[in-house]
């Protein structure tokens, strides 16, 4: 069973401050991250995604990648209370983007005014 | 911006009843897929679909589970005889160059 797992939350962050998120997987043949977030109620959003070893930013939003650890991390700067949302990791066994997503259970996080 | 679109937002129905959800993924998307999220758990693959057929699908898609793109533009899932446990957040992907998009999602509840 390819499994994602992330802690559930929920992750609370005064507003200004990095809220870091965490996620590990269990299919040492993952190829493609991705970080989506999700308000209550919607659907998930694309936030960034990650092929590569290492950091990749986008805006206040920082994704880590460790394939040795098998653990992907996503940091978001200067927390706005807008980013108050669940947080859901998933990874595909491909780099080619047409496989199926597999999710973790998501962690909530609250941005604390 | 190009967007995956789901109707209806909301299905009330009464277990052993058949739904048909429906999707209209973006137009130059070659990937199709159906997710569904029961109330506060993970979001859980169904299935995908490419050429005019299913590519993959999941244990949770049974023979009771159906998909078909019945036009050019139309997507659908249907659902033969609803259980009460198939009451979740029914989402619809495409994916093509520009990504994975989802569409905003049928709430199906079966009573």
């Known amino acids: 069973q390819k499994e994602v797992e992330q802690n559930s939350g929920p992750l609370s962050v005064p507003e200004g401050a990095i809220a870091s998120l965490n996620c590990t997987y269990s299919d040492r043949g993952s190829q493609s991250f991705f970080w989506y977030r999700q308000y209550s109620g919607k659907s998930p959003e694309l936030i960034m995604f990650?092929?590569?070893?290492g950091d990749k930013e986008d805006g206040r939003f920082t994704a880590q990648l460790n394939k040795a650890s098998q653990y992907v991390s996503l940091l978001i700067r200067d927390s706005q209370p807008s980013d108050s949302a669940t947080y859901l990791c998933?990874?595909?066994?491909?780099?080619?983007?047409?496989?199926?997503?597999?999710f973790g259970t998501g962690t909530r996080l609250t941005i604390i005014p | 911006e190009p967007e995956v679109t789901q109707t209806p937002s909301h299905q009330v129905t009464q277990m052993g009843q058949e739904v048909i959800l429906r999707c209209v993924p973006i137009?130059?998307?070659?990937?199709f897929y159906w997710y569904r999220q029961i109330l506060g758990q993970k979001v859980e693959f169904l299935v995908s679909f490419y050429n005019n057929e299913i590519s993959e699908k999941s244990e949770i898609f049974d023979d009771q589970f159906s998909v078909e793109r019945p036009d050019g533009s139309n997507f659908t899932l249907k659902i033969r005889s609803t259980k009460l446990e198939d009451s979740a957040m029914y989402f619809c992907?495409?994916?093509?160059?520009?990504?994975?998009?989802f569409g905003s999602g049928t709430r199906l509840t079966v009573v």
């Open positions: 990650i092929y590569s070893n």
């Open positions: 137009s130059n998307h070659l990937y």
């Open positions: 992907a495409s994916n093509g160059e520009d990504g994975y998009t």
């Open positions: 998933a990874v595909t066994p491909s780099n080619f983007g047409n496989e199926k997503l597999t």
